[in-house]
């Protein structure tokens, strides 16, 4: 998989709105995590379309002529470089002067206070586990829709901005709830939470690799066992997506209690009325539990 990449396609004119018929700015988004960002920041001043809808796996997302059409016509696409193959696809096919390509995570500044930056994690495109790196991705789509439609320009900087203190009080609370864990290492279905785990010191070891619908080999569920046994685990987890099938067999042999923790990379049915931060939010609790943490006072 190509490097990460958080490309933004920006039109520069609005011809494209009266097309889609939608409202204000057009702005389509690869999966829920830049859906979210883009709605929070746009507001009432846009319409956005998550490419992936509710109860679809992100990763296998396949693009008809319409969403086709959806890309080719928008006037701001924000999209993950090789998460989505067919979003690739189809964000290729539009002309280059159409599109910008923005390294988000390599240039943007921290957007949220702390001491380590935000940097690209090679091989992983869930960069959104990571608050303060969702939080750069903000800004720079609060930048670029300033710049396609300033007559709204102080809105889009307010909305950056309550999105942003959101954003911190999430890396608070994550911090403060997983700063004293008896236990710093949690088993995972397939290898999406390096973002989170850098953030936060929690090593992720994972059954399968980047495609969730892999198959582990018999040897790397042995280094799981052990792994396991040797640190003391209780639980497994599952993605809501995926279900509990993948880590059921593994749990099972060593009488583990399997829970959910969420890559958020699109809503389930039973997800679809929550959010970005509640679902993080879920996420922290789940491995708060699992670690047996005593978490510090946060809000």
């Not at 830049?34 to 956005?48: C, F, I, L």
């Not at 670029?144 to 999430?170: G, K």
């Not at 970005?276 to 996420?283: F, I, K, Q, T």
């Amino acid at each position: 998989m190509s490097r990460l990449l958080l490309l933004l396609a920006l039109v520069l004119s609005c011809a494209a709105c009266s097309q889609l018929g939608g409202k204000g700015v057009q702005v389509v988004a690869g999966l829920y995590p830049m859906a979210y960002v883009a709605e929070r920041v746009a507001g009432d001043h846009a319409t956005v379309t998550d490419l992936a809808k509710p109860g679809q796996e992100p990763h296998d997302l396949e693009l008809g002529v319409r969403e086709t059409a959806e890309v080719t016509d928008a006037d701001l696409i924000v999209y993950v470089n090789g998460l989505q193959p067919a979003v690739d696809d189809a964000v290729s096919d539009v002309s280059g002067d159409k599109v910008e390509a923005l390294d988000t995570l390599a240039s943007a500044p921290e957007a949220v206070s702390g001491t380590r930056s935000v940097r690209p994690i090679p091989g992983d495109p869930h960069m959104w586990l990571d608050p303060r790196a969702l939080a750069a991705v903000a800004e720079a789509v609060k930048d670029r829709l300033v710049a396609l439609d300033p007559d709204n320009a102080t809105d889009y900087r307010r909305n950056a901005a309550r999105l942003e203190e959101d954003l911190t009080h999430l890396d608070r609370a994550f911090s403060a709830g997983l700063r004293s864990c008896a236990r710093r290492t949690a088993v995972v279905s397939h290898d999406a939470y390096a973002y989170l785990g850098r953030r936060y010191d929690i090593d992720f070891e994972s059954l399968v690799g980047l495609s969730p619908d892999a198959e582990p080999s018999p040897k790397h569920v042995a280094v799981l066992q052990g792994l396991i046994e040797d640190e003391g685990l209780t639980t497994v987890f599952f993605e809501p997506l995926s279900g509990a099938d993948p880590v059921r067999s593994l749990a099972g042999d060593l009488g583990l209690r399997v829970a959910v923790l969420d890559p958020i990379e699109g809503l389930s049915d039973e997800t679809s009325e929550e959010d970005y931060l509640s679902l993080m939010r879920a996420d922290l609790a789940a491995l708060e539990k699992a670690g047996d943490c005593h978490p510090e006072a946060h809000s």
